[in-house]
Structure formats: C-alpha cells, structure tokens
C-alpha cells in the first residue's frame, strides 16, 4: 500500500531501510547522489583495504608456481568474508565491496583450493625468516629455504623427465599411486546417514603413464581388508605382474607417507617381485617431497569426487562404488580391479624366515630411513639400493638383508607367500549397529550384506577407528 501511494519500488523501500538501520538514526539518510567522495578519500580507502587483506596467512605454493606467483590465502576465506571483516574491523570508513575487490585482483592473490597441499617445512621457513632478528642466521636459513625449494623443483622435474623417457622406450614404465580418501557406505543423501559411523571402501589408484597405460583403481572394503602396507603393497604386487612382458624398467613415483609407500613391507614386495618375474630388471622406487607432492592419481581422485557430486546418485554397498567408479572418465575410462582376501599377501612374513631388517648398509655405515628418496631393487633378493637424493649422479649404497648370505643359493620360484587373512574382518560393534539402523532407507536387495558383516567383540574408539590419516602400518 505504502509502495502504491508513493509509487516506489519494493527494492527501494529496502534500501532505505537498510541505511536507516545501519546508520542508526531515525532520520532520512541522503542517497549520497551527487556527492562522491574526493580522490584522496579513495586513496585512503585503498590503502586500509591493502593492509587489512595482508593480515591474513599467506601460503607458497610451489607445484602451482610456474603458472602463478603461488600466493595463497587459506581455503576458508572468501571475498565476500574478508570484506564482511573489513568492514567491521573499520566501522564509519567507506569503500564499496566492488573497490574491495579490484584492491584484491591487484594483489595477485589466491584463495588456496583446498585440493593442494602446503609444505610444512617451507611454511616454517617463511615464519622462521620473517621472526628472525639476527642477519647472519636469517641468511642461513634463507639459504637452507632455497635448497629445499630447489629439491622440490628437481624431484618435480625428474618425474617429468622420467614420464618423457618412457615415450620413446617401451621397455619403461612410471607408475604413480596414492590411496583415496575413504568411500563410505551407504553414501545416501540423506542428513541422518551424516551421523552414523559407515563402512569404509578403499581405494589404491595406479596411474600407468605409458602410451597404452591408464587408471587402475584397486579398490575394496573394510571388512575384506584394512589400508595398512602390506594391503598396498599387495594391490602393487597385482598391478606389476600383470604389467606386459617387453616392460623390464619400473620407475614408482609416491609421496612418503611411510606407514603406505616408503616401508619395510613394500620394499620386501618390489624385491620379491622384481627377482621372480624374469621380465623385469629393475624396479626404480623413487619418493617425492611431501607438500610438493602433485601425484597424476590426485587428479583422477578430484574426477572421482567430482563426479559424484555431480550425480546426485545413492551408492547403497561398496559394490556400487566399484560400479561408479568404472562410468568416471579420465583420458580413457578407469579400470577397477576390486581386490579380494586371496590377493592380500603378508610380505612381512618375510623377515621371520628369509630376511632380517638392518639399519646400516653393507660397509657398516648407518642408514636414516626417513631420508632416502630413491630405492633400486634388481634380480637379487634382499638387496636393495638407495639414495638420499633424486640425482642420477649420485652413487647409490647398498643394503643386504639376507640372513644366509653363504651356502645354498635362493630358491626364488619356490618362494611361497602367505595370505593376510583367512576370514572376513569383523567391522567395529557400533559401526554395525549403525549400519543396521539405516536399512530402513536402502533397498532390500542390500540388507543381506549389512546383516552378514562380522563384528569384533572389541568396540573400537571411534576417532581412532574412522581416522583418515595415513597413521596405520609400519614406520620406514
Ligand atoms: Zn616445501
């Protein structure tokens, strides 16, 4: 009625009511036509804006460095956040949200997507260099920055280089891997399905850069078997025995999350293999930097979530997901190999019967684990080569973990492997309850699945059971 009378807009009438409202006062506010503010002003506003959008944490990005200036603002900030902030930190000083955000386009800055990692150790450097008082440590420590950035680079380059070589020779392989985040199950969109404990399906995804390769998901669930290094290392030890015969030359590049890749379990599985099977010469196992860790299989795991987010579609057991999984396109469709209990091998039996771990090389000389980048496995069983560094020109030393090394040769076609398991896993007590109380909203053809899962007598702590770091498995 009011609108009527007055034959204004809705819109305007909001307007109004807005700067009344936040200008606190019970008299009409002027609309400000015809008053701009001078340049001087904008300058003022600017600068404020300039100082108020550098007080928040900056991060380097280095994988993404050769495309940007790689500064980064955390994942959780927004435009629209930071100027919210800004003008609460700066009440009664003007400066429009369109101003705000041209001052933020001149900065060059990002906001950091949440897909890419920071490095740790290059975080703490740049804190460590800007808190320093003292000119000769702060150069020091400048300088120990800027080698570790130059590793980072150079083990980037050296997968590039590697992928390049195995263009022109076919006998050469790279093959990069990285577990997902968990799947769960049933992944229905529903929110009380947000509060139940779910069950978890893995997924070890092997990108084979070769001309005929691709994406291999290896994929299974909790109750077949748990995400540790033999299980791993197992879905490796399929992958490299079924590769083609003319490929003698393995080069694997993962990041060093230790309970997983670089581990006892896996460096006994690419000797064992790289010993029986007489087509392959030398398996070239090679770490990259954590934080600078750009894996081709991150990108197939952002498809993966990518397109379920998309879908919208109930993926009711883990057999759904395997499913899903082949309809995700790459380059070329993936391939799921769904992994079972015969195909889980316990390598650590190993060192109960033919091998012993040892912490210094054949010379006496001690080993640091944590540091090797590159480790070279060849016909012989046991031994194992390694590097601290990426550098071809550096020399490698040398492991022998056999326990007889004089008398009677290596059987090696002998050689017979334990399973890791002999029955199903039973599933946390809780988690199965909560499963059960969810059938209600799948459909019937899949109870029978959630009602077989064993449970253990043991009820987990939650937290430690769900948890979705890398934590499980054996130190390097
Ligand atoms: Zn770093």
Redesign the pocket.
Known sequence: MFQAVYGISRGKVDVILQKLKSSGTKFPVSDCRGCHEPINKMTEERNLMRSHIDKYPKYES?YTRRDSNGIYLPSHLNMKKMYDEYKNENVGKGGSYELFKLVFKETGYKFKKPKIDT?K??DTFQINIKQCKNEIERVALQRNYDD??AM?DFAYLQKKEDKESILKNNEKTVLVFNLQKVLNSPSISTNVACYKRLLATYNLTIRDCSVIGGTECYMWHEAIGGRGSNQIASCLYKKLNSLPPHVSHVITDSDTCGGQNRNVNMAIMLSLVTSVRDTLKVIDQKFL?P??THLECDADHAKIEKAKKETNISLMVPRDWYQFVRTVRGKKPFKVVVMTQQDFYSFSDFLQSELIKKNTDINGEKINRLQIKWLRFQKEFGIFQFKYSLKDSDDFRTMDWRRNRRGRPFSTQKRSLNLSYNSSLPINQLKKKDLLSLLPLIPEECHQFYEDLATSHRSFGNEVYESEDHSEGEDP
């Open positions: 280095h490095c150790i290059c570790h950035k980072a930097l934080g600078h």
